[in-house]
Nanobody, 119 residues
Framework: QVQLVESGGGLVQAGGTLRLSCAASGSIRSINFMAWYRQAPEKQRELVASIGSDGSPHYADSVKGRFTISRDNARNTVDLQMNSLKPEDTAVYYC?????????????WGQGTQVTVFA
């Protein structure tokens, strides 16, 4: 079993910054792909940013140039630095990890952390 715990959400004014952190724990043998997703009310969950085990990042067009994803393979953590926040960034943000625990890789999700950006 792999557990993901997020922290760092909150309420911020437009133009402000927040940093989300996610720590993976449990019976982890290795983590391949890590990512942040978000889901706004009445919208589908969408990929915000992802990062491979080699550190290669990918961003949704809507956050390019404003968000930065990073990971620490030794600590099994992934962070999302969010700058120049906009009201449309308001959503519940979920940490994701494609991780090998016992015999196979599985999808793992955190419980989510609320980010609210007000104008």
């Amino acid at each position: 079993q792999v557990q993901l715990v997020e922290s760092g959400g909150g309420l911020v004014q437009a133009g402000g910054t927040l940093r989300l952190s996610c720590a993976a724990s449990g019976s982890i043998r290795s983590i391949n792909f890590m990512a942040w997703y978000r889901q706004a009310p009445e919208k589908q969950r969408e990929l915000v940013a992802s990062i491979g085990s080699d550190g290669s990042p990918h961003y949704a067009d809507s956050v390019k140039g404003r968000f930065t994803i990073s990971r620490d393979n030794a600590r099994n953590t992934v962070d999302l630095q969010m700058n120049s926040l906009k009201p449309e960034d308001t959503a519940v943000y979920y940490c994701y990890a494609f991780a090998l625990s016992s015999t196979s890789y599985k999808n793992n999700w955190g419980q989510g952390t609320q980010v609210t950006v007000f104008a």
